[in-house]
């Protein structure tokens, strides 16, 4: 070897010797105690935590799940429609149950009878019937009705009916007096309102006949006072305005156009009989409703 190449070696032999020196007389910071004395000492420490863990999971496994502690069911009076989440938890409900109270009642509900609470969604037959002695529900969450005795309380329910010889203003009554009249509901109580609109006014009690199924019996109770129907001119409006009365069709509407057209302003209905859809009859009916 040259010069370099020795050189190169002999400072990798001192560094090698230098390692091994350093290894074999450093402090490894393992302790002198015996083998056998270190293991006996780590089991027992190591099984002692364990036991203590398992004694102590023991000991609070009733009174907590999963770090939440869980109060000791009370029983005591309590109003299902105002008893705070506190008060639910102290009776012993589940949290997810007290937040189905909660939702309950934010849409609305109200616990009117005990019956009301047993059927709750998730309650247990065994939480009912130990809660029901406890359970006081306000009269201030029972029907309003209640104020009232039993006689007016079934007046308020369903009107009370007309008699014999009492009548009802055809043309000013409302749904809520219709519906007074034997025979009339719901039903036809609208349908009397709505076909009134539709003519402009009723001029005769003989009208309701054109409501379908109307029970003539119930015309007695109904009398027409100050009649004054809505009137159309018929000198001014479109053929498509002349038929949304329900007493004129197209080819009365087209009659009545055509005749302005060619002989001028209708003074009379009467002047329109030459046409067959203006019968005596249609004219009578239509009268009271035209202007000129």
Do not use: C
Not at 225 to 242: D, G, T
Not at 249 to 257: H, S
């Amino acid at each position: 070897m040259n010069r370099s190449e020795r050189r190169i070696a002999l400072t990798a032999i001192v560094v090698i010797t230098l390692a091994l020196i350093a290894l074999l007389w450093l402090p490894t910071g393992e302790t002198t105690e015996p083998y056998a004395e270190r293991l006996s000492k780590d089991s027992t420490t190591h099984y002692g935590k364990r036991s203590y863990g398992k004694q102590h999971n023991s000991a609070t496994a009733a009174m907590t799940i999963g770090d939440v502690p869980m109060p000791h069911a009370e029983e005591f009076p309590f109003d299902p429609n105002t008893a705070d989440s506190t008060e639910l938890l102290r009776l012993g409900l589940q949290r997810w149950l007290v937040r189905t109270i909660y939702r309950y009642r934010a849409h609305g509900g109200v616990f009117r009878t005990k019956s009301d609470f047993a059927k709750l969604h998730g309650l247990l037959r065994k939480d009912y019937l130990r809660l029901e002695p406890y359970i006081r529900i306000s009269d201030d969450y029972q029907p309003a009705a209640t104020l009232f005795p039993q006689e007016q309380r079934d007046t308020l329910r369903r009107p009370v009916k007309l008699k014999d010889g009492e009548h009802i203003a055809l043309n000013t009554a409302d749904t809520t007096q219709l519906m007074k009249v034997p025979g009339i509901g719901t039903y036809y109580a609208k349908e009397i309102v709505r076909h009134g609109k539709w003519l402009g006014g009723y001029v005769s009690v003989d009208q309701l006949d054109e409501i379908d199924g109307f029970p003539t019996s119930a015309k007695k109770y109904f009398v027409i006072e100050h009649p004054a129907p809505q009137r159309l001119n018929i000198n001014k409006l479109s053929l498509q305005e002349l038929r949304r009365h329900p007493y004129i069709n197209y080819y009365q509407a087209k009659t009545i156009v055509d005749y302005r057209r060619l002989h001028g302003d209708i003074k009379s209905l009467r002047e329109l009989r030459f046409s067959n859809d203006f019968t005596e009859a249609a004219i009578t009916r239509l009268e009271p409703y035209v202007e000129y």
